[in-house]
């Protein structure tokens, strides 16, 4: 971006006069289940200042943060990508502040000086050496124009194997599926290696050493990375081509199922927690199960689901994107400004929650998956298909998506679909109590050692 050379001076001469923030800064986010930590790595630039993130708790370190500003003593910083903001006031040598990220406001006061790491106890993540051979891969999205990078294991360097592609959840993640410390795709595919399956996860882009930026990106543009994937594995031949299967998580089972319909000699597909029904009647369930998880009275749940339905509604019906930005806009306005004003959110940063919540849901990403039926899709794949949920899962209800599954089974006439339960199992299949998202971190299981089981064998069985 150009920029005048007024405005360039006046940058840095209020930097000089400003007091001076570069350096780490920590803070803890208090959420229901526990904290989570937060640090934000401030830097000095030419033209202002420049920062990164990193949230420990998560495994995520230098997360660009593109928007920092720091004027008469107020920090304001935005990760867009993410959907993050921050706001806070430096007295006395402590940022106080607001942290907003998608339906969650959040007090959030960083001090200055060096992180402490938080170690955390993940039992079931494998150590070396491995007993399999394992390489680091890269692979070309022609596409998009863009070079993946993933890792390749095998149960020896030499032979003819199965193999199956690992697709991750929405967000851009390492080729491990990183979350609050967890690995579940280093646990899953170790699991499957073992066990005379080979695996391909990939970062995703933008993530680790995968190009691309996934800002603008959909489930369908993101289903060409999983493509590439498909088409290198083809080149290789340590691999059996008539036994390529794909797992996807979440998202990713929805990407999965666009794979599976375009390509005919996909062996089989295993969905962890795939959609089954349309996307706004998904995400309708999981804002009310995700409210629920966390004590949201029903009453609040009630309004907050018929002003989402609203703003869905537009979304799926209004295909001018500044009439659809401007329709959920006013709707927003209207029912959330209030409604923010009674939880305590300050009136001046209450537009400013509003417009990122407007930015979420109008993304090009979450319009594609508020659209996405995976009915018409499902009809149209013939191999086997193996779809399990946790009962628990609060992002994807299990029994609807499940049912939906079996729908779309009984339409297509495909005899091969199994779908299954585990009760007590949340969305990342681990034993819980609540199925609370901010249960996540606090768990020491990646994955339920029944879950894996269930997916070898099954796998082994195709």
Same mark, same amino acid.
């Given at each position: 971006?150009?920029?005048?050379?007024?405005?360039?001076?006046?940058?840095?001469?209020?930097?000089?006069?400003?007091?001076?923030?570069?350096?780490? +800064?920590?803070?803890?986010?208090? #959420?229901?289940?526990?904290?989570?930590?937060?640090?934000?790595?401030?830097?000095?630039? =030419?033209?202002?200042?420049?920062?990164?993130?990193?949230?420990?708790?998560?495994?995520?370190?230098?997360?660009?943060?593109?928007?920092?500003?720091?004027?008469?003593?107020?920090?304001?910083?935005?990760?867009?990508?993410?959907?993050?903001?921050?706001?806070?006031?430096?007295?006395?040598?402590?940022?106080?502040?607001?942290?907003?990220?998608?339906?969650?406001?959040?007090?959030?006061?960083?001090?200055?000086?060096?992180?402490?790491?938080?170690?955390?106890?993940?039992?079931?993540?494998?150590?070396?050496?491995?007993?399999?051979?394992?390489?680091? #891969?890269?692979?070309?999205?022609?596409?998009?124009?863009?070079?993946?990078?993933?890792?390749?294991?095998?149960? &020896?360097? /030499?032979?003819?194997?199965?193999?199956?592609?690992?697709?991750?959840?929405?967000?851009? $993640?390492?080729?491990?599926?990183?979350?609050?410390? @967890? &690995?579940?795709?280093?646990?899953?595919?170790? @699991?499957?290696?073992?066990?005379?399956?080979?695996?391909?996860?990939? /970062?995703?882009?933008?993530?680790?050493?995968?190009?691309?930026?996934?800002?603008?990106?959909?489930?369908?543009?993101?289903?060409?990375?999983?493509?590439?994937?498909?088409?290198?594995?083809?080149?290789?031949? *340590?691999?059996? &081509?008539?036994?390529?299967?794909?797992?996807? @998580?979440?998202?990713?089972?929805?990407?999965?199922?666009?794979?599976?319909?375009?390509?005919?000699?996909?062996?089989?597909? #295993?969905?962890?927690?795939?959609?089954?029904?349309? %996307?706004?009647?998904?995400?309708?369930?999981?804002?009310?199960?995700?409210?629920?998880?966390? /004590?949201?009275?029903?009453?609040?749940?009630?309004?907050? %689901?018929?002003?989402?339905?609203?703003?869905?509604?537009?979304?799926?019906?209004?295909?001018?994107? &500044?009439?659809?930005?401007?329709?959920?806009?006013?709707?927003?306005?209207?029912?959330?400004?209030?409604?923010?004003?009674?939880?305590? =959110?300050?009136?001046?940063?209450? %537009?400013?929650?509003?417009?990122? $919540? =407007?930015?979420?849901?109008?993304?090009? +990403?979450? #319009?594609?998956?508020?659209?996405?039926?995976?009915?018409?899709?499902?009809?149209?794949?013939?191999?086997?298909?193996?779809?399990?949920?946790?009962?628990?899962?609060?992002?994807?209800?299990?029994?609807?998506?499940?049912?939906?599954?079996?729908?779309?089974?009984?339409?297509?006439?495909?005899?091969?679909?199994?779908?299954?339960?585990?009760?007590?199992?949340? @969305?990342?299949?681990? *034993?819980?109590?609540?199925?609370?998202?901010?249960?996540?971190?606090?768990?020491?299981?990646?994955?339920?050692?029944?879950?894996?089981?269930?997916?070898?064998?099954?796998?082994?069985?195709?």
């Amino acid at each position: 971006m150009k920029r005048s050379l007024v405005l360039l001076l006046l940058m840095l001469t209020s930097t000089l006069f400003a007091q001076d923030i570069t350096g780490k +800064w920590q803070g803890n986010l208090v #959420v229901p289940g526990g904290k989570l930590k937060l640090i934000v790595n401030i830097a000095q630039g =030419v033209a202002g200042y420049t920062a990164t993130m990193d949230s420990p708790d998560q495994g995520a370190k230098n997360i660009p943060v593109p928007n920092i500003d720091f004027t008469e003593n107020i920090l304001t910083f935005g990760v867009p990508a993410a959907g993050i903001s921050y706001k806070g006031k430096l007295e006395n040598g402590t940022i106080k502040g607001t942290f907003t990220q998608g339906d969650y406001t959040l007090a959030l006061d960083l001090s200055k000086g060096e992180a402490v790491e938080t170690k955390l106890n993940r039992p079931q993540e494998p150590k070396t050496p491995f007993p399999y051979y394992t390489e680091d #891969v890269t692979f070309k999205n022609e596409k998009a124009g863009i070079t993946l990078a993933g890792t390749l294991t095998l149960p &020896k360097k /030499d032979g003819n194997y199965p193999v199956v592609i690992l697709i991750s959840g929405s967000g851009s $993640q390492d080729r491990n599926e990183e979350i609050l410390g @967890h &690995k579940p795709f280093l646990v899953l595919a170790d @699991h499957l290696t073992r066990n005379g399956i080979g695996v391909l996860r990939y /970062d995703d882009r933008g993530v680790g050493g995968s190009g691309g930026n996934p800002a603008t990106g959909t489930s369908a543009d993101f289903a060409t990375d999983t493509q590439a994937a498909l088409d290198y594995l083809k080149t290789r031949k *340590e691999i059996n &081509k008539k036994k390529i299967g794909l797992i996807g @998580h979440s998202e990713g089972g929805l990407i999965a199922q666009l794979i599976a319909e375009k390509n005919s000699d996909i062996a089989f597909i #295993v969905m962890m927690a795939g959609p089954g029904i349309k %996307g706004n009647e998904l995400m309708i369930l999981q804002n009310y199960l995700v409210g629920k998880a966390n /004590d949201i009275p029903e009453d609040e749940l009630t309004s907050m %689901g018929s002003t989402v339905r609203k703003a869905y509604d537009i979304i799926l019906t209004e295909n001018d994107e &500044k009439a659809r930005k401007l329709a959920v806009s006013e709707i927003f306005e209207k029912e959330f400004g209030p409604f923010f004003a009674s939880k305590g =959110v300050p009136k001046d940063e209450i %537009g400013r929650v509003v417009l990122g $919540q =407007v930015e979420q849901v109008t993304s090009p +990403w979450f #319009v594609y998956f508020l659209r996405y039926d995976p009915a018409p899709v499902l009809q149209n794949i013939k191999c086997p298909i193996l779809a399990l949920n946790g009962e628990k899962d609060t992002q994807v209800a299990a029994k609807a998506n499940l049912d939906g599954i079996k729908r779309a089974a009984e339409k297509s006439g495909n005899k091969k679909v199994v779908t299954k339960s585990f009760p007590g199992l949340n @969305h990342l299949f681990q *034993e819980c109590s609540t199925g609370s998202i901010q249960e996540y971190g606090t768990i020491e299981e990646t994955i339920s050692p029944v879950v894996l089981t269930e997916i070898t064998n099954w796998i082994t069985k195709q």
